[in-house]
């Protein structure tokens, strides 16, 4: 299947389903939904070229509301079915919906091949850090201490953080936001511009079980001293007075907050943010807490070679030797035993 070009251009209605859409009364996944159907009319991609693809959890209910091709598949196989689609017919425009569970429990294994491999489609993390579909149980990016039907007393589980893993794992996109951000759609389009695996957690809000889990970070009051937002080659700055910044401690080899104007501190003393260094990157994703800032926006973009690419270009090499294909040959290559 190849792009075919469309005379009329798209709106957000049209990537809307006739199905209901069915999700608790407040929760995030609604905004994020609107966010995608905001961004698809913007690419110059024909909407039978679209694919969704979901494993389990509330953010899985995802293909059933979008008006193209669509997968719900099984729990934490999502990663497996997309890369497999798009092995198949890589002209397609692939969008992998998952959740902190889905993705990162279950599904932890697949993610990471996914990532490895750089098979090209944007992943959809919808982090609420809980179980929301199967009634509330802590999840793998759940904080310490949190009470819940399968933690009583208190979860004492360390959160994963999904953008370390995925750094971790040798993913060539990161970003971050969060379900209500206006800007959320510029960031689907960062991510599908990129050629690749591209990995967006964007975190959300469940009204039901986990309620105000990001209230500390995006409450409107504080959100300019525990935001910092992003943009390659601008200087890390944030703050209400636009006054604080980031600077690499030489002793620790780690970010510190620092007050431009205090301590003789300038803007030439403050980080300025490069796309393509891993380590920063790893370095702000792993930022948050009571003493530094959330990181949102792009935090690593260095494209490389698609796995899809690589094995088209090794399945041609390999056709073109000439040879003619034998099963017998490949049956008997290599160590063979006979037994009498």
Not at 31 to 36: D, G, H
Request: aromatic fraction near 8%; proline fraction near 5%.
């Amino acid at each position: 299947m190849n792009v075919i070009s469309t005379t009329e251009k798209l709106k957000p209605a049209d990537f809307a389903s006739d199905q209901e859409v069915r999700w608790c009364p407040g929760c995030g996944d609604y905004a994020i939904l609107k966010a995608v159907q905001r961004t698809l009319p913007n690419f110059d991609t024909a909407k039978e070229n679209y694919v969704f693809v979901s494993g389990i959890g509330c953010s899985s209910r995802f293909p059933y509301y979008m008006s193209t091709y669509g997968f719900h598949t099984i729990h934490g196989r999502a990663p497996a079915f997309a890369t497999g689609i798009k092995m198949t017919n890589p002209e397609l425009d692939i969008w992998l919906v998952t959740g902190d569970g889905d993705g990162f429990s279950i599904g932890g294994n697949h993610m990471l091949h996914v990532l490895r491999r750089n098979v090209d489609m944007q992943i959809l993390l919808c982090n609420n850090e809980i179980y929301g579909l199967t009634k509330g149980q802590y999840s793998p990016t759940s904080g310490v201490g949190l009470k819940t039907p399968s933690s009583p007393n208190g979860s004492i589980d360390a959160p994963l953080k999904p953008c370390v893993f995925a750094l971790g794992a040798g993913g060539h996109f990161i970003a971050r936001g969060y379900d209500t951000q206006k800007t959320l759609p510029d960031l689907f389009t960062r991510a599908h511009e990129h050629k690749g695996t591209s990995l967006v957690e964007i975190l959300q809000n469940c009204i039901v079980y986990n309620d105000e889990v990001f209230e500390d970070v995006l409450n409107r009051k504080t959100a300019a001293d525990r935001q910092i937002h992003v943009q390659h080659g601008q200087p890390l700055i944030f703050g209400a007075e636009n006054n604080k910044g980031l600077r690499l401690n030489p002793q620790s080899l780690s970010l510190e907050v620092v007050t431009i104007g205090e301590d003789g501190i300038t803007e030439d003393d403050i980080l300025i943010h490069d796309e393509k260094n891993r380590i920063l990157a790893t370095l702000l994703a792993d930022m948050g807490g009571e003493n530094f800032p959330t990181a949102f926006g792009v935090l690593y973009c260095n494209p490389a070679e698609t796995y899809e690419h690589e094995v088209t270009d090794q399945m041609t090499a390999a056709q073109n030797t000439g040879a003619k294909p034998s099963l017998d040959d490949v049956l008997r290559e290599g160590h063979i035993w006979e037994v009498k």
